[in-house]
């Protein structure tokens, strides 16, 4: 965890042709605890999600954080974007999948909204 310019490579199949890309929202309130982001995890891929949209991540500043799945091939990467200030009231984020890790250029966050 902790800013970093390098994604995590995630070992994985992806189908290149995949007609459509699964997008989802949460509005998780915070993702302070590990067994949050697990769960987060977890649904991802019970729904078979490429990217989770995250509001309310209450995180400290920029990271980037690799969330293997014990009982699954599947990984998945918790980009996120907030303040650096002790309150860490607010933060965006993103959980990706496999497929979206391959196609991400760059993760350059603007502001923790």
Known sequence: ????NE?????CEI???????????WYV?????DSTRLVMAMEMNRYQADVLCLSETR???VSEEFIP???????YILLNSSSYDRSSDHGAGFM???GAQ?????????NPR
Request: glycine letters at 6%; one cysteine or more; charged letters at 30%.
């Open 96 to 98: 990706i999948g496999c």
């Open 29 to 33: 309130r915070s993702t302070k605890r």
């Open 69 to 75: 799945l014990r009982d699954s091939d599947n990984s």
């Open 7 to 11: 994604m995590y490579e995630i070992p």
């Open 59 to 61: 995180l400290n500043g």
């Open 15 to 25: 189908n290149l042709q995949k007609d459509e890309i699964r997008f989802y929202s």
């Open 102 to 110: 391959k196609a991400l250029l760059a993760w350059d966050p603007v």
């Open 1 to 4: 965890m902790g800013e970093s």
